[in-house]
C-alpha cells in the first residue's frame, strides 16, 4: 500500500466511524459494566437470522422484555468454541425463569448450513445463521467462544468476554462491574473478509453493483403503478430511502419473498444473496456515493403494466363487495356463470385486486353445476381458476401443462375481507390465460393442500410446533408450494420424506409474514417417488412478542378467520404417469393420507393413541379400541380409511 493509498483507507474509515455505522470501536476489554467510564456505547442495530435447525428465526428486537440477551460466537470444529458452548449450555440451566436469551452466532463462513444444523442438534441453545456477516461485523466479532451480553433496554453491550457464571450475570444485568479470566482469548479467528476491506466500501459503484440490484429485486414493486409506498427508480430517490434500505435488508424484510437463501432453487426468485445484502449495507453504510456512470435506473421509465402477464384472454369481474369499516366479514363465496363456450387449457392466471389493503385472500375454482343459490362452496369445486393472498403474484404453469375448465357451468369464489378502518368497495378480477385454441397441453396440474385442523395452538407460547403431512401414493412432480397460516405462523417448512426415510428440506420460510404469501415454484420440478411424505412443519407464536398477536392468552383452534389459525401448504404437482390424454385418479388417496398425517407426530405410518390430541384427536380416543381392528395398539392407514367410509368426522377444512 501506497502511504497516500493508506491515508485514503484510514480516511474512509474514519468516515464511516463517524457516520456512527460502524461497530462497537469504543466497546473493547474483557468486561464492561455501565458503571464503568465508557464512552457511550453504541446501540446494536436490529437484525434478524434463521437458526440452523431451519425450525424460525430470531429478531434481536423481538426481545425487548428479556432481563438480557446472551450471545455466544461460535463456529465448528474451534475446541475453545465447543468448550463455550456447554458453559454456556450451564448458564441457561442455571439461570432459568430469569428472562434471559441465550443464543448462539455463527459467522463462519466456513460452515455450511447442514453442519451448522448438525451442531445445533447436540444442544438445546438455537445458533443463528449469519451468512452475511452483518450482525458479526456489528457486534464486532473477531473470534468464536466469545460471550457477547446486550441490555435489551438499550441495545448496547453490557459485557463481551468468556461466558460468565450465573452470579456473574446477575451483576451484569444489574449494572455493576464484573471481573471475568479473560479465558475468552482462546477462541478461534473468524474470517471477515469483508470488514477487512471495510476503506473500500466507498468505492462500490452505485451504477454498476448496486442499481443493478434495485432493478432486478425491488423495481417490481416500488415504481409508478405498483404495490410499493415509494419509487426506487433513480439514484436520488434510493439515496433518500438509503438508511429504510439498509434496515429492511438487514432484518430480511425486503424483498418480501420469505424463502430461506440456503434452500432450494426458485423461478421468479426475489431472494437477494448473502453478497448482494453485503453490497447494499456497505454501500450505505459508505454514505451511498453516487460515484461514476451513467444512472441506469433513471435510464429507463419504470411503471407497472396493468396486468403483469400482459393482456388476459378474458377477463372475469368477482362480483362488487362492500367491506365495512370494522368488524369480522365471514367469508364469501359467491359465483359468476362460467362464460366460455367451449373447453379451453389454462396456462395462467392473476388475480387483479381492488381494496388491496381489505382483501386478505381469493381462492376461486370451477363448478360443473350452476349453483341454486347465491352461494357457492368450494367443496364442490373442480380445478383451480387461481387464488391470491396477501402478497401473492400470478399462478403459471409450466410450459406443456394446463388445467383443464370445461365450458359452461360456473366460477365459484371464497374470499376473505378484513376491515381495515374505512368502508372500501371490492372490485378485484381474475384475468386468465389460455393455451392457443385447439392445443391441448401433454400433461394435468394438480393441486392439494397439506392440511391440520386439528392444530391446538396453547396461550403464550412463543414457537409452538404443529406438523402434518401427505403420503404421494404414486410418482410425481412437484412444481411449487404455498404456505398458509394466520397472524400467529412464525415458521413453516416443507420437507420430503422418501420411504427409504431420508429427509430433504424443499422449502423453508424461518420468519413466515402473513402480508406476504405467495408459491414458491421450483427452477427445476422436485421429484417424488411413490410412498414419499411431503411434510410441513409451522410453529406459531401465540405470545405478547408476536405484535400481530389478537390474543395471547387464547388456545388457539383452526378456524377461517385470521384469528384463529390455519396449517395449510399449498400443492401443485402433476401425476408423472399421467397425460391429458390419459387422465388418472390418485388425489383421493393422496387427500386421505391427511387423516393419517394430522396425528402422526412420530411419523411411523400409524396413529398411537398418545399421538390422538387436538380437538379432533380427543373426539376419536374413546373409540381408539374399537377402530383398531388388528388390535396391534396403532391406527394403520386401512383402519383410518374404515373410519372416514364410516362417516367418522371428516378432517378436511
Ligand atoms: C413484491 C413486492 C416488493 C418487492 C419485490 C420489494 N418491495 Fe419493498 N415494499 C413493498 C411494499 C408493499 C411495502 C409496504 C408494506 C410493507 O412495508 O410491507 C414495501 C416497503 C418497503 C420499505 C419501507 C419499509 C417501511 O418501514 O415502511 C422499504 C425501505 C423497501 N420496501 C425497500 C425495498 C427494497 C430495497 C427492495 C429490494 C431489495 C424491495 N423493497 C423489494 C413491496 C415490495
Redesign the pocket.
Known sequence: MTKSKMFMAGAATAALLALGYVGFASVSGAALAAGDAQPMAKRVDNFRLASADLNGAYELYRMSDASAVVFLTQANGCAASAGAAQDLAKLKTAYAGKGAEFLMLNSNLKDTVDAMAAEQAKGSIPILMDRNQLAGESLNVTKSGEAIVINPKTWQIVYRGAVPTAAQLDDIVAGKAVKVAAKASGGCTIDFPARAKMADFTKISYAKEVAP??EA??I???QAGS????E?TSYDKVKG?AP??RE??RTS?????MADPSVGHFQRD?R?SPEQVKT?VHWIEAGAPRGDGADPLAAVKHVAPDWPLGKPDIILDIPAYTIPASGVVDYQRPWIKNPLTEARWLRASTIKVGARQGVHHILTGYLKDVPTGNQANESQWGSSTGKYAV?AESEINPKDIGVYLPAGGAIGFQNHYTPYGKEAVDKSQIGLYFYPKGETPSMVMHNSPIVNANIEIPPGEERYKQQAYLVFPKDALLYSAFPHAHYRGESSKLEIIYPNGERKVLLSLPKYDF?WQRDYDFAEPVKIPAGSKLLATYTYNNSKRNPANPDPKRTVPWGDQSFDEMLFTYLRYRWTDETSAKPVDYDIALKNSGMLGMFDTNLDGKIQESELTGPIGRQMKPAFAMLDANKDGALDPAEMAKMNQGGGRQARN
Open positions: 440490484i434495485i429485486k425491488c417490481n414493486c416500488h404495490i410499493g409506498p415509494m426506487l430511502f429504510m434500505i429492511v435488508v424484510r425486503m424483498p418480501p419473498y426475489e437477494l447494499l402478497g402480508n
